[in-house]
């Protein structure tokens, strides 16, 4: 027991401790920081994929509605745009409203065909 204590009472009064924290937190914040940001990527990732769902759902729901296209495009983008801030995410209007042409682009209801 004798010798346990004088390891710990050298290791606190010759500063090995605190090199050992300096150590630790040295390398472990890059790798703190990466998981950081990996998680803030899968979440924008997801965020992305929710918008794309919910434009095309909104284009989908206005495709036999008797508005011009114009009006279709706003009351789409606006739609997009209020249940995701509904759901607390803020997308710029300039982006919901590309996603929204996307999805008008991509769904089998506008009458879009594809050349391949």
Known sequence: MKIANDVISWIINSGFLALLIYI???FGKPWVDSKIKHAKTVQEKEVWTLLEQ????????????AMSGREKMIDASTAV???????????????????????????????NKEEK
């Open 24 to 26: 630790v937190v040295a």
């Open 54 to 65: 919910v434009a095309m759902t909104a284009v989908n729901a206005r495709v036999n509605k």
């Open 81 to 111: 745009q209020a249940y995701l801030a509904n759901k607390g995410i803020n997308i710029d209007m300039e982006q919901v409203q590309a996603a929204v042409q996307a999805a008008y682009e991509k769904s089998p209801l506008t009458g």
